[in-house]
């Protein structure tokens, strides 16, 4: 069997509100072996309630949070985004349970790094956060009360992590993906010749771009296809300039 | 599988110390169906405490706790009483693992009352209140941090609960994927576009759409993804020429 590289797994917090949860988070990670933490969007938290909830045992996992300032910054070195969301009818499926995110993950943090990323308290990550996620994790629930603690979504998922492995059978290992920087770098560049060409609508130059993100991120892109469409791009673009003069 | 009567099923908390600690655990019970939670020898616990953390949604479980001065009251009415414990050393055997007690749980539940046994913060469960239980699960953990705080022990159970009884895998449906038809005119109007722009070496135009051809089957890409795709390329073709004259 196949455990997940805990080391290659960070739990990255868009917007936490409440320093007792960044602290409980930080417990609950290191008890199912994961010791990478990112914070995006604040850093002012109360220290002392945060090492009273994360206790002195997960202290080291606190001290070396990496802070940022926003989710780009913060996901450009992954090479594989999962969200975390509780309301389905907001992103685009595939929706995956945490079981069956937890034995995905378990193959591609062989090779790769992986960014669990949960959203503020209060209101979940929004469409330009979920935007980035390769696959999207809903954790259910009773229907009568659905809203989980931030500590408690993110210990269902690191446990299902932890409980995971995949047979050892399956030869075949994810090889490495394109970081998320990769992924937005050749989004730019589609984009721009996209509506060079008058493909995308100026007034809404999202909406293509959002079905051609979904198939990117669905499909697992690699490092090196990524380079290769980008080779076109440029050909492409270099291609119309050249017949236009 | 068989759906747990969750109706049958109590947390008991035994001697908690935090009263935080107790509205978590409520929060957690709630948000997995289970509304009923018994409180072993104590009842001194600061209310806006409990309540900040079980959110207000949560507060009909804290006002219908139930207090018991010792283990034996508390439990004398269940037919099912399941233990938890981190340290395996301390009780005899079978320790079950989270899922294997959700599954046998799923079944007793159905026609008898079943008490989840959780022990104080620090010390966890002592002898003379596992000898009471039926079965003995542990969570497992990290072997660097194996204390979890209790209202997440609680999550992971309640959680491989309500689990056990829910059709959670399969929320993912593959939606249509494009016919082989579909792909093979895609993959012939790239090879047309690329070549035109000169970007496929005329003597082996082969060598880059296999690449572009892997990516795409194992992608798995959709019937109207497809349809972006060659609207894209037509796009770029009338770019071209009309560029040209």
């Given at each position: 069997?196949?455990?997940?590289?805990?080391?290659?797994?960070?739990?990255?917090?868009?917007?936490?509100?409440?320093?007792?949860?960044?602290?409980?988070?930080?417990?609950?990670?290191?008890?199912?072996?994961?010791?990478?933490?990112?914070?995006?969007?604040?850093?002012?938290?109360?220290?002392?309630?945060?090492?009273q909830r994360s206790t002195h045992l997960a202290a080291d996992v606190l001290d070396k949070?990496?802070?940022?300032?926003?989710?780009e910054e913060a996901l450009g070195d992954f090479n594989y985004i999962v969200g975390t969301t509780a309301r389905l009818g907001k992103a685009r499926g595939p929706f995956l349970s945490p079981r069956a995110a937890a034995d995905e993950i378990a193959d591609i943090s062989q090779k790769n790094k992986v960014a669990?990323?949960?959203?503020?308290?209060d209101t979940g990550l929004?469409?330009?956060?979920?935007?980035?996620?390769?696959?999207?994790?809903?954790i259910p629930?009773?229907?009568?009360?659905?809203?989980?603690?931030?500590?408690?979504?993110?210990?269902?998922?690191?446990?299902?992590?932890?409980?995971?492995?995949?047979?050892?059978?399956?030869t075949e290992v994810t090889p490495k993906l394109a970081r998320s920087q990769e992924l937005e770098g050749m989004y730019g560049q589609i984009k721009t010749l996209l509506a060079d060409i008058g493909f995308l609508n100026p007034e809404?130059?999202?909406y293509w771009m959002?079905?051609?993100?979904?198939?990117?991120?669905?499909?697992?892109?690699?490092?090196?296809?990524?380079?290769?469409?980008?080779?076109?791009?440029?050909?492409?673009?270099?291609?119309a300039h050249h017949k236009k003069t």
């Amino acid at each position: 069997m196949l455990k997940a590289k805990t080391k290659n797994i960070s739990i990255v917090l868009y917007k936490p509100k409440y320093a007792g949860n960044v602290g409980a988070v930080a417990r609950a990670a290191k008890n199912m072996g994961i010791g990478d933490i990112v914070v995006v969007g604040r850093r002012d938290f109360d220290d002392e309630e945060m090492r009273q909830r994360s206790t002195h045992l997960a202290a080291d996992v606190l001290d070396k949070i990496q802070y940022f300032d926003c989710a780009e910054e913060a996901l450009g070195d992954f090479n594989y985004i999962v969200g975390t969301t509780a309301r389905l009818g907001k992103a685009r499926g595939p929706f995956l349970s945490p079981r069956a995110a937890a034995d995905e993950i378990a193959d591609i943090s062989q090779k790769n790094k992986v960014a669990l990323l949960f959203g503020p308290e209060d209101t979940g990550l929004a469409n330009d956060q979920l935007r980035l996620c390769n696959s999207v994790v809903t954790i259910p629930t009773s229907r009568e009360f659905t809203s989980l603690n931030l500590s408690h979504a993110v210990m269902i998922l690191c446990y299902e992590i932890f409980a995971a492995s995949s047979p050892i059978t399956s030869t075949e290992v994810t090889p490495k993906l394109a970081r998320s920087q990769e992924l937005e770098g050749m989004y730019g560049q589609i984009k721009t010749l996209l509506a060079d060409i008058g493909f995308l609508n100026p007034e809404n130059p999202d909406y293509w771009m959002l079905h051609l993100r979904r198939f990117f991120t669905r499909a697992g892109i690699l490092s090196r296809e990524v380079k290769i469409v980008r080779g076109i791009c440029r050909q492409l673009t270099w291609y119309a300039h050249h017949k236009k003069t």
